[in-house]
């Protein structure tokens, strides 16, 4: 209920504002109007930390626990019911507004900067708890996002409360003004989020830096303009309060290198080499020296696994190369492993390999653990590198021009992944095949998640092709899904991969009887393959298109 601003009764000043009372005009130590300025100066700052720890957490969520559209409607829903009850609480505080404004932007610029650090360590150290802590991450997020919005819904009623001491103005006028400032400072916290912060910062230093501004403008603002209306102990608590804010943001800052450190040996084992934030995603490479294995994280998930990546890489390439195969096109494989599996077959003269990420391709040339896994595919001349998006590169390639093609992409049931597992994608890639090409795709795990296979399938059929399902069987290996938090957390975790051929007539996975013996794959495993992944048939289910995605 929205209340008339009317004069309140006369009553004991509150123990937080200096003697005079509340109710008067502020005695402020510069002009009404340059204070007016200032006091929308700040909710300008304030609306922009506010939107950084507010994408903030979507981002570090969707990397964290996957599919970024649950987790950005988690945190948003969150943030704006808290931002409700913030505002309603914050009424109880508009007779120590200055004070009250004073403690909301200290606690703020704790509870956001610290977010991301606090949300990164309960992942990495109690992710794999399991049993009644097998969410806390996201109960976490949950309570971050809470506490954010009920601390960012309780700024606007308070800074209006200041406008208002500062000069009496209508009310539709004063929240004009108020909420102009605020949405301008949303927009530009949005925009240094993706552009500034993430890039040149990262997730962990951007939240921190993000909270001493927060610290800096809500304090100076309460402590310098509004001195007079503070106690002297009111204004000692808040000066040792915002330093305190800024000692342990400042000292986190200084620590965050070892701590991420720290905090990815908790995830991906103590031998990683490599981690980097490419801009695209993170990518870490574990191992791969003194006989250890290689592991390939992308986005905290294993992407590839020296343990059994021949396994996943011949039984993706060689039942497509059975047939014509001097032109191929791979969608994805920036690791250079489906490409070296395609080199194997004589009579290839070209592969174009279409890989969104630059830097995985540059660390599949130069990384010397990943680059002798590969066989120095990338090396070859017949290769060539395209970056770019999958989708958007085939809206522009030329018809009937590639005998196979290769999609080695992420699972489907990422999100960022699911456009790529549309009917509009199999239509465009249906296109650049040439009369009596095939198209091989990926389909996630089959024992694990029927429902999203079966519905790749279906898709595929319904761009146009016919289908062969076929998969590698469910073997226990590595994890597809997600970190896990020790060597054998990883060697216990399911790991079947499935896989869909398709052509405009009827095609049939085997191998290539003059095509070169791979390693693993024979023609009995991938028959026996083919049937246990028949015998999981979902019927009737719809293709997944743009607009209406069924991952």
Request: with cysteine; hydrophobic share 45%; proline share 7%.
């Amino acid at each position: 209920m929205i209340e008339p601003h009317a004069p309140a009764p006369p009553r004991s000043p509150a123990p937080w504002s200096a003697p005079g009372g509340p109710d008067g005009p502020a005695r402020l130590p510069v002009r009404p109007g340059t204070g007016r300025f200032l006091v929308l100066a700040g909710a300008f700052v304030c609306a922009a930390c506010g939107l950084v720890y507010e994408l903030e957490l979507v981002a570090l969520a969707s990397y964290l626990m996957g599919d970024s559209v649950t987790q950005a409607s988690v945190v948003l829903s969150v943030m704006v019911f808290a931002m409700g009850i913030g505002s309603l609480a914050a009424k109880r505080l508009r007779r120590l507004a200055a004070a009250g404004f004073g403690a909301v932007e200290a606690t703020l610029a704790l509870v956001g900067g610290c977010s991301a650090m606090a949300l990164y360590a309960v992942f990495a150290w109690t992710g794999g708890w399991g049993g009644m802590w097998a969410n806390g991450p996201r109960c976490m997020l949950v309570a971050f996002s809470l506490a954010i919005g009920l601390l960012i819904g309780a700024e606007v009623p308070l800074l209006m409360e200041l406008i208002q001491r500062i000069r009496r103005q209508d009310a539709g006028g004063a929240v004009a003004d108020l909420f102009a400032a605020d949405y301008v400072g949303a927009l530009v916290g949005g925009l240094a989020f993706p552009f500034l912060l993430l890039p040149f910062l990262g997730q962990l230093t951007g939240a921190l830096l993000t909270g001493a501004v927060n610290a800096v403008v809500g304090g100076a603002l309460v402590l310098g303009l509004f001195r007079r209306d503070l106690t002297r102990r009111a204004w000692w608590l808040l000066l040792i309060g915002n330093g305190l804010v800024l000692a342990v943001l400042a000292s986190a800052a200084v620590l965050v290198d070892d701590f991420e450190r720290a905090a990815r040996q908790a995830m991906y084992g103590e031998d990683v080499r490599v981690a980097l934030q490419t801009g695209v995603k993170e990518v870490v490479l574990a191992g791969g020296t003194d006989g250890r294995p290689l592991d390939i994280y992308f986005d905290g998930r294993l992407r590839v696994s020296g343990r059994d990546e021949l396994r996943f890489h011949e039984a993706l390439v060689h039942p497509a190369m059975t047939g014509p195969h001097a032109r191929v096109l791979i969608l994805g494989g920036g690791d250079g492993l489906a490409v070296r599996e395609v080199l194997r077959h004589s009579g290839v003269d070209r592969v174009d390999v279409v890989e969104l990420d630059a830097e995985v391709v540059r660390l599949a040339r130069t990384d010397p653990a990943l680059s002798a896994l590969n066989e120095h595919a990338f090396g070859d001349p017949r290769v060539r590198v395209t970056t770019a998006d999958a989708f958007g590169w085939l809206r522009g390639a030329n018809p009937a021009t590639y005998d196979v093609v290769v999609s080695d992409l992420p699972d489907p049931g990422i999100t960022a992944s699911t456009k790529l597992y549309s009917q509009e994608f199999y239509g465009l890639a249906r296109r650049v095949l040439a009369p009596g090409g095939r198209l091989v795709v990926h389909a996630g795990p089959v024992a694990a998640g029927p429902r999203v296979y079966w519905t790749v399938e279906a898709t595929v059929r319904a761009a146009g092709l016919r289908t062969a399902p076929y998969g590698t069987g469910n073997r226990r290996t590595g994890s597809a899904a997600g970190p896990r938090h020790t060597p054998a957390e990883r060697s216990r975790a399911p790991r079947d991969w499935g896989f869909v051929l398709a052509a405009r007539t009827d095609p049939r996975p085997r191998l290539d009887p003059d095509g070169p013996r791979p390693s693993v794959l024979t023609e009995a495993s991938l028959a026996a393959g083919e049937r246990a992944t028949r015998r999981t048939r979902i019927g009737g289910l719809p293709a997944s298109t743009l607009v209406h995605p069924r991952y």
